[in-house]
T-cell receptor
Framework: DAGITQSPRYKITETGRQVTLMCHQT?????MFWYRQDLGHGLRLIYY???????DKGEVSDGYVVSRSKTENFPLTLESATRSQTSVYFC????????????????FGNGTRLTVT | EDKVVQSPLSLVVHEGDTVTLNCSYE??????LLWYKQEKKAPTFLFML????IEKKSGRLSSILDKKELFSILNITATQTGDSAVYLC???????????FGGGTRLMVKP
């Protein structure tokens, strides 16, 4: 089925380990995003990408790395996980820029719940 | 720095009540305001607003934007238990293609 899928759904890792969260979309959307969601902070943007090989930092990018070698994939890597990175991570995509005329808002994956012990 | 503030943080009502959720924002080069509903998983899109004073409506839900006072409200009439969720407000800016989200309002509707 078309859509946006994240894997794994749940992950437990230890402090200092590298972990990669996967995101795959089948719509060929140009724009992809990574958000983290924490109580009291809502959704905060980590990184986004306007197209393959084009990425840019969001509000909370420290400690994270992304790549976009193919349009459909946008993996997020925590280089050395810390407890403060325990969170729910959402990947999202959009077909075009989020203009006022756009009828295609962000489409979210179901999230990855990451726990760093 | 762009900022979106939602109130109240949480709300408990009974079925049939009407609720109003608030979203205020400070955004450079405002482009659009969006409302999302989040149950257990991914947020799902409700409305996008770009013009002041024009109400968007979908069933029992409606929303309006005031660009002069920099806020939006989401109204839910005749609430049902299925309306229980976190409601997220997000604002888009012309500066960069991204959304800034508020912290959400958690609504619980009791039977």
């Amino acid at each position: 089925d078309a859509g946006i899928t994240q894997s794994p759904r749940y992950k437990i890792t230890e402090t200092g380990r590298q972990v990669t969260l996967m995101c795959h979309q089948t719509w060929s959307h140009s724009y992809m995003f990574w958000y983290r969601q924490d109580l009291g902070h809502g959704l905060r943007l980590i990184y986004y990408s306007a197209a393959a090989d084009i990425t840019d930092k969001g509000e909370v990018s420290d400690g994270y790395v992304v790549s976009r070698s193919k349009t459909e994939n946008f993996p997020l890597t925590l280089e050395s996980a810390t407890r403060s990175q325990t969170s729910v991570y959402f990947c999202a995509s959009s077909e075009r820029e989020l203009t006022g005329e756009s009828k295609s808002p962000l489409h979210f994956g179901n999230g990855t719940r990451l726990t760093v012990t | 720095e762009d900022k979106v503030v939602q109130s109240p943080l949480s709300l408990v009502v009974h079925e049939g009540d009407t609720v109003t959720l608030n979203c205020s924002y400070e955004v450079t080069n405002f482009r659009s305001l969006l409302w999302y509903k989040q149950e257990k998983k991914a947020p799902t899109f409700l409305f996008m607003l770009t013009s002041s004073g024009i109400e968007k409506k979908s069933g029992r839900l409606s929303s309006i934007l005031d660009k002069k006072e920099l806020f939006s409200i989401l109204n839910i009439t005749a609430t049902q238990t299925g309306d229980s969720a976190v409601y997220l407000c997000a604002v888009g800016s012309w500066t960069g293609n991204m959304l800034t989200f508020g912290g959400g309002t958690r609504l619980m509707v009791k039977p």
